[in-house]
């Protein structure tokens, strides 16, 4: 997973024919707080904004992937999660979080299944907020992780968001699985 990067990313996309048009018709792009419209958009940026230089905006994105020959490339590099059960399914779709500073803001995912996310590069936060019919005994909870860590939290019903640690640039995978 050490090749993972955005360059890695622009060299893939722009590789393999439909694979920018599949993230804007097929799947989803999350643009967060960034003022990005597309993955295209993403790949365009320049050097010193894609760095996060002081005189640049920061920005922290997302999008699914579900191209089969994206997620085939990208599986090369990762097994599943050992801590999945054997018969649990790999879906079509995978995400790519990658950026700077805010990461994303408190939300709930309307997905159909639990989720899992691996963190590649740099240190994110995680904030969890119970739902409100569990506020009164559920206390909400933060957490660090690293590269290698990964989470698996049920984000159709904890309220989550992240940070990025100051400066870093953080890039994790995620999925679904059922």
């Known amino acids: 997973m050490h090749v993972f990067s955005l360059e890695y990313f622009q060299k893939l996309y722009n590789n393999i024919e439909g694979s920018i048009r599949s993230v804007n018709e097929e799947c989803?792009?999350?643009?967060?707080?960034?003022?990005?419209?597309?993955?295209?958009?993403?790949?365009?940026?320049?050097?010193?904004?894609?760095?996060?230089?002081?005189?640049?905006?920061?920005?922290?994105?997302?999008?699914?992937?579900?191209?089969?020959?994206?997620?085939?490339?990208?599986?090369?590099?990762y097994p599943k999660p050992h801590f999945l059960p054997e018969d649990s399914e790999i879906p079509s779709k995978e995400?790519?979080?990658?950026?700077?500073?805010?990461?994303?803001?408190?939300?709930?995912?309307?997905?159909?299944?639990?989720?899992?996310?691996?963190?590649?590069?740099?240190?994110?936060?995680?904030y969890l907020h119970p739902p409100p019919e569990c506020e009164s005994m559920c206390k909400p909870l933060s957490f660090y992780v690293e590269p290698g860590d990964a989470v698996l939290v049920d984000t159709r019903v904890w309220y989550h968001g992240t940070t990025i640690k100051p400066g870093e640039f953080s890039l994790s995978v995620q999925s679904e699985y059922g």
């Open 28 to 77: 989803q792009f999350l643009h967060f707080k960034s003022d990005f419209i597309s993955v295209k958009d993403v790949f365009l940026m320049s050097e010193e904004r894609s760095r996060n230089e002081p005189t640049e905006k920061s920005w922290y994105v997302g999008w699914g992937n579900c191209h089969p020959t994206i997620l085939e490339e990208m599986r090369k590099h």
């Open 95 to 126: 995400y790519i979080f990658m950026g700077y500073d805010d990461g994303a803001t408190l939300h709930l995912d309307f997905i159909n299944r639990l989720m899992w996310q691996a963190q590649l590069k740099g240190t994110k936060r995680w």
